[in-house]
């Protein structure tokens, strides 16, 4: 009986040690950025981010000469100031330094949020034709090799750059 009993179990783990051979993954990889950067459609979001920047960049370009103008003025005649119009022109003057330091921080993120808003279609468009390359060759998982230190080692046949540029008509 004990007999048996270890030749079951024997084949119970014969029977999943082959399933688990069978369940083995099949891992792939891409430079994502590189996709985004190769797609047609990057450069006009590039030049949109572009022409949207430069309205910032001439506000704060005007705001900045008004603080370095203002404050030549304050120092050529500061010498002949009371004191009440000095403190003035010093509150004055770290007032317009405090609303240009806000206004940076605020076009930062507005550009930042505008980037994001432009570049989801080319994301999403750059994901779904990753997804049906991996569906297609097999692959369970699709790593993205950006980043230069996530992958060591790979082998060139689990780069999956061709199969996507290809899927989406690139170069």
């Not at 399933?19 to 996709?35: H, L, R």
């Not at 590039?46 to 370095?68: H, I, N, R, S």
């Not at 010093?90 to 505008?114: C, G, V």
Request: with cysteine; net charge positive.
């Amino acid at each position: 009986m004990k007999k048996l009993l270890k030749v079951a179990l024997v084949a119970v783990c014969i029977v999943f040690a082959g399933n688990i051979a069978k369940a083995q993954t099949k891992i792939g990889y891409v430079n994502f950025a590189q996709i985004i950067q190769i797609m047609p459609e990057a450069k006009t979001v590039q030049t949109q981010l572009e022409t949207y920047g430069k309205q910032f960049q001439d506000q704060y370009t005007a705001m900045t000469t008004e603080l370095q103008s203002k404050g030549q003025q304050y120092e050529a005649q500061r010498a002949t100031m009371t004191d009440a119009i000095r403190s003035a022109k010093e509150s004055e003057l770290q007032d317009l330094q405090k609303r240009i330091q806000a206004f940076q921080t605020d076009a930062q993120q507005k550009i930042a949020s505008r980037q994001d808003e432009l570049s989801k279609p080319l994301i999403d468009k750059a994901r779904a034709a990753v997804a049906q390359v991996a569906k297609e060759k097999g692959y369970t998982y699709v790593i993205n090799s950006s980043q230069n230190d996530i992958l060591i080692v790979s082998p060139p046949g689990d780069d999956m750059l061709a199969d996507v540029k290809a899927k989406l008509g690139l170069k």
